[in-house]
């Protein structure tokens, strides 16, 4: 019976202690980063290998898989290309010179594409995040690579999201369509300003809120929408998507739809970190 | 004792591996298991409420420091998880997976409400029932399931554990003469 005791008030006690611990850790790091920070590191330090490795087999297994399979269909492909190449050699020699009549016209007008001229660094996902609240992922770049906290991501032809958190190989990306994200993004042609915020209950639909057009503003469904040149984390003239049922909002003074973006967040495997970043006045 | 822990930390760290990378692989309708809560309520129904609170406070706080802003709230949660399955020690038959898929159940319904509560309700998402039929009941129920997978595992490890200890018991025993001091 005393044992029994005992070995209740020990666990007990544990439980007290653990609690307590616990309290003083969340009320600590309500108020500073200083404590997270430095057992982040050690854990990604152990864990971001890891991952690299598990996700690097997962890539062979699958080339593997996929090059047993389509042996023979690429055979038959690889014949059908040869003969294609022919006519594409052809075709690039003259779209060639048509590039250099393009790039001659852009100098002349100094339209020097904006969006190619970021200094980009391609960076594979790695690992998500484990609740099913948010849509944040690991990237196995990180401050070794010269990767900045705040530095816009992109993923083919349009935003992807922000980088929020460094480590020294890895770092964290908060994407777009997630709840709580704000964008400032304007219509590409017209550059009418409206809010962009991702919104959970939307996120299955994948489509994201866009919010804050003028009323006069004419907005109609595949609008391209672009990152603004007065936000002060993205870069302008990124493209977000395309717009969708923009509506007049019930207070008649400003308009508020969605956005289609042309990322399939589902399926993301790669993305390219923008290494430029967006000057602000502080 | 301590070999037993080094190796506790080790399964943790396995479950938590596999919940980040493959988290996306196993997903069903957005949805993710849980599974780092699994592991103190199974240990602590297999082994008492000691283990329990320590197994719920490594996995929780490596799942705060990879996932939360708020360090320490889930190795709270998983440490109460694992006390209250540390409850059930030995009055249930050991391959009875029933208590620890219902504990499962109740704490994650009550660990994603708080989520739910801290994360979304705070910033005046008060929408409740679609926060519940969408995120918690999906997830409660895909992560008691997972029990049943990962419980018979867990409790051939444990068996392995046990016989090994009991062995260096005795023949520590037997060559001090004293009763195990240390329980």
Redesign the interface.
Known sequence: MREKIA?FF???Y??IT??I??????I???FTDR??TP??AV?STV?VP??KG??YLGLITNDKYVSFEDNKKLREENENLKSRLDDLTEENNRLKQDTYELSRLRDLYQLDGMYDSYKKTAARI?????????TTF?VNKGSNDGIEKNMNVVAGQGLVGLVTEVGSNYCVVRSVIE??SYVSGQLIDSGDKCIISGD??L??KGIIKCSGFNSSVEVKDGDKIVTSNISDKYLPGILIGYAKDVKMDSNNLTQSGYIVPVVDFAHLQEVLIITDKKKSGD | MMKRKICEFLTVFLIYIIQITLGSKMEIGGIKPNLLLILPIVFGYLNGKNEGIYVGFIAGLLYDIQASSLLGFSSLVFSLAGYLSGIFYELFEQNNFFIPLIITFITDLLYETFSYVGNFMLHNRLDFLYFFERFIAPECIYTASCVIILFWPFRFLNKKFEKKERHEKRSESYVTRSPGSDS
């Open positions: 070995a020990t666990s007990k544990k439980l653990v609690i611990f616990c309290i003083l850790l969340m600590a790091s309500l404590l997270a057992l982040k854990v864990v890891i991952q598990i996700n790695i690992g998500t995040n484990s609740d099913n609240w948010f690991t709840d709580g959970i209950k996120m299955d």
